[in-house]
């Protein structure tokens, strides 16, 4: 394995490595299915994209219309749908804010921006959206085995958990982002049988209790020994640039190696032909000198004579 591919196996595409973590739960699995509620994009910090590339696939759930669009144009394989979850159907106002990660249909979230403004949430637009509870979502594209959900939706986390039905809709493994708790969800999710199996600092991760998936994982083994802590996507390309532009230099400079290699043989061969000529000139010199006493000489007699 060279160096390129050896460190590609330790790339990662979500914010705080979340695909690289949820990836650890499943060691025994090799194409699974997911749900990401809150997907926002299919590239940029995307905890799913590391799983589609390697044959999984699922429904990536959207409201932001540009985001959804994105979506059905790189993950064609997926389900892709344009809608909030919410405790029941209907239409809800989605704030899209300049920074669209923070986008919300929270109430008590939008109060807080409007109250707390910067540069990334000082402006806005209102969007109306289609809501639908997530256990209507979930029957309505047949989606029963779901190894992990990931839930990002900017302070509607317990309204888009307490909208499923628990006893048909059950993922292995939840991923849910908890930096911002508008209403609690933690003693929701152990009501129903799940238990906290990892915290990363940004989002908790949850088992279901009737597996033994919490089993499988083993953050050290996973993430330290086999991945070195992970690769951000961005420092790998970054990376492979350098190792272009310095491939490129190197390529260059033996092209110089061999510029100077000829022009050296050249400047031999020069030398040589001034030396061979040198040694010519010193030979008709010294003939020519010998040429002329020789005819000095016979001169000489021939004027005595």
């Not at 759930?61 to 979850?85: M, T, W």
Request: glycine share 6%.
């Amino acid at each position: 394995m060279d160096k390129v591919e050896h460190y590609k196996k330790r790339v990662y595409y979500a914010q705080n490595r979340e695909d690289l973590i949820l990836r650890a739960f499943f060691p025994d699995i090799d194409t699974g299915v997911y749900v990401d509620i809150g997907a926002y994009d299919p590239d940029f910090e995307s905890v799913t994209k590391y799983f589609y590339e390697h044959g999984w696939g699922g429904m990536n759930v959207e409201p932001q219309l540009e985001n959804y669009k994105r979506f059905v144009s790189k993950r064609p394989k997926d389900i892709n749908v344009r809608a909030g979850v919410a405790a029941k159907r209907g239409t809800m106002v989605l704030r899209s804010y300049a920074n669209q990660g923070l986008s919300t249909f929270s109430a008590s979230m939008k109060k807080q921006y409007q109250e707390h403004p910067d540069n990334s949430t000082a402006t806005f637009e209102d969007v109306p959206v289609q809501v639908l509870p997530l256990k209507e979502l979930l029957k309505e594209n047949n989606l029963t085995k779901i190894h992990f959900m990931k839930v990002d939706v900017e302070g509607l986390e317990y309204e888009v958990l307490n909208s499923n039905d628990w006893e048909v809709y059950r993922p292995e493994v939840l991923c849910i982002e908890s930096n911002h708790i508008a209403q609690d969800w933690h003693a929701l999710l152990e009501t129903v049988g799940y238990k906290m199996a990892f915290k990363d600092g940004l989002n908790d991760y949850y088992c279901d209790s009737r597996t033994d998936r919490q089993q499988h994982f083993d953050y050290v083994k996973s993430i330290v020994l086999e991945k070195g802590g992970g690769l951000r996507i961005d420092d790998f390309e970054s990376m492979l640039e350098l190792k272009k532009e310095r491939d490129e230099l190197a390529k260059y400079a033996r092209h110089l190696l061999e510029e100077v290699n000829i022009r050296n043989k050249r400047i031999m061969e020069l030398e040589a032909a001034a030396e061979a000529h040198e040694r010519t000139r010193n030979k008709l010199k010294k003939g020519s000198k010998r040429v002329a006493r020789k005819l000095k000489k016979q001169l000489s007699r021939g004027a005595h004579a």
